[in-house]
T-cell receptor
Framework: GQNIDQPTEMTATEGAIVQINCTYQ??????LFWYQQHAGEAPTFLSY??LDGLEEKGRFSSFLSRSKGYSYLLLKELQMKDSASYLC??????????WGAGTKLIIKP | EADIYQTPRYLVIGTGKKITLECSQT?????MYWYQQDPGMELHLIHY???????EKGDLSSESTVSRIRTEHFPLTLESARPSHTSQYLC?????????????FGEGSRLTVL
């Protein structure tokens, strides 16, 4: 079966750095996506990786290793507004998105 | 700012009722999706569409139907609501490109079936 694993919850301090990991086992791979979802709101797109390596976008970076079935989302200079759930999703061989359950990130002052 | 709209945002209905959740987008996107999401859980694909007159079933499609008569409109119908349908329903759209996983989501319709 297809599977996306990410930690259920993480806590970090305002101003610090946090890394949210995602491992996947899917039938085929056509890209990995990270989304942010604030409580009670819809997910919003953050990043896309299809080749190995690091993609940087402001305070957020996303890393991919296809051989290891592994990705992480790195958030720097954490702000209170970064408190949200972060969803990892993989596009499989049928170009369908397989979603993880999300990691709830709690930011403390 | 989102250009994809869902109505109603909140709905409480009784068992056995027929309901339609509306979704419209103004971005001209060909692909549209319906997802179901329970708190703290992953998104489950209910139905999707590649364009007008195209509809496909996802993992949770057996108790609902969709139609795609116009590019911008993708309504979801539950013929007979049950308490197990209580959930958040999210509509999304994306460009035609096969490899785009950048979805634009509506704000969701939260359904409670008594």
């Amino acid at each position: 079966g297809q599977n996306i694993d990410q930690p259920t919850e993480m806590t970090a301090t305002e101003g610090a750095i946090v890394q949210i990991n995602c491992t996947y086992q899917t039938s085929g791979f056509n890209g990995l996506f990270w989304y942010q979802q604030h409580a009670g709101e819809a997910p919003t797109f953050l990043s896309y990786n299809v080749l190995d390596g690091l993609e940087e976008k402001g305070r957020f970076s996303s890393f991919l290793s296809r051989s290891k079935g592994y990705s992480y989302l790195l958030l720097k200079e954490l702000q209170m507004k970064d408190s949200a759930s972060y969803l990892c999703a993989v596009m499989d061989s049928n170009y369908q998105l397989i979603w993880g359950a999300g990691t709830k990130l709690i930011i403390k002052p | 700012e989102a250009d994809i709209y869902q109505t109603p945002r909140y709905l409480v209905i009784g068992t056995g009722k027929k309901i339609t959740l509306e979704c419209s987008q103004t971005m001209g996107h060909d692909k549209m999706y319906w997802y179901q999401q329970d708190p703290g859980m992953e998104l489950h694909l209910i139905h999707y569409s590649y364009g007008v007159n195209s509809t496909e079933k996802g993992d949770l499609s057996s108790e609902s139907t969709v139609s795609r008569i116009r590019t911008e409109h993708f309504p979801l119908t539950l013929e007979s609501a049950r308490p197990s349908h209580t959930s958040q329903y999210l509509c999304a759209s994306s460009r035609r490109d096969r490899d785009t996983g950048e979805l634009f989501f509506g704000e969701g319709s939260r359904l409670t079936v008594l």
